[in-house]
């Protein structure tokens, strides 16, 4: 298999829920990324990790977890969320994270969160 | 900060004509980098073409090219010969920090 692989790729869960998505990369990247988007809004950068280790956080809220086992992985937990927090839940990798962050982005295709 | 705008919602073509899709951004920096990704249905998105700032020469991959003006801090994509394919979700990029809200291009047969 090639490419971004996010799983599940549709997911409904209480509020009262934890909850957990996946997102595996077979491209040799070593940055990976978490992305939120919703209706008519732009993608909003939630997470980056770059060689294991986190290096952007946009004011993500605690119930958001995410984790970087190793740079083929990424996962991000979730509990305690609110309606407003359906989305489509984008993850990404790119060959590097460097200065500049000008490397192209190679996306799977989302797990879509609805949140009762 | 860095803003992104995609002033058109929505835009419809013909098959096989022309299209231009509008993207203006805010930036302090001299030296970056701007990206034009489509999403289809399938949801995945896909890059379309990337512009350094620092180049003049307009980057151009096949039937996709763009009109970059630096001094206007403008970024407008061109799609020739539209086909039935390029239906989907356009989003401006500024870096991978800085996203528009997405033009969603019909094309009609």
């Known amino acids: 298999e090639t490419g971004v692989t996010q799983t599940p790729r549709h997911l409904v869960m209480g509020m009262t829920n934890k909850k957990s998505l996946k997102c595996e990369q077979h491209l040799g990247h070593n940055a990976m990324y978490w992305y939120k988007q919703s209706a008519k809004k732009p993608l909003e950068l939630m997470f980056v990790?770059?060689?294991?280790?986190?290096?952007e956080n946009n004011s993500v809220p605690s119930r958001f977890s995410p984790e970087c086992p190793n740079s083929s992985h990424l996962f991000l937990h979730l509990h305690t969320l609110q309606p407003e927090d359906s989305a489509l839940y984008l993850c990404a990798s790119s060959q590097d994270r460097g200065t500049g962050n000008h490397e192209k982005l190679f996306f799977g295709s989302g797990t879509q969160l609805s949140v009762l | 900060a860095q803003t992104v705008t995609q002033s058109q919602p929505e835009m419809s073509v013909q098959e096989a004509e022309t299209v231009t899709l509008s993207c203006t951004y805010d930036?302090?920096?001299?030296?970056?980098?701007l990206f034009w990704y489509k999403q289809p249905p399938s949801r995945q998105m896909i890059l379309v073409i990337r512009?350094?700032?620092?180049?003049?020469q307009n980057a151009t991959e096949n039937r996709f090219s763009v009109n970059f003006q630096k001094a206007a801090k403008s970024f407008s994509l061109k799609i020739s010969d539209s086909q039935l394919g390029d239906a989907a979700m356009y989003f401006c990029?500024?870096?991978?920090?800085?996203f528009g809200a997405g033009t969603r291009l019909t094309v009609k047969p």
């Open positions: 990790y770059s060689l294991e280790e986190r290096v």
């Open positions: 512009q350094e700032a620092y180049k003049q």
């Open positions: 990029a500024y870096d991978d920090m800085r």
């Open positions: 930036t302090s920096e001299s030296d970056y980098y």
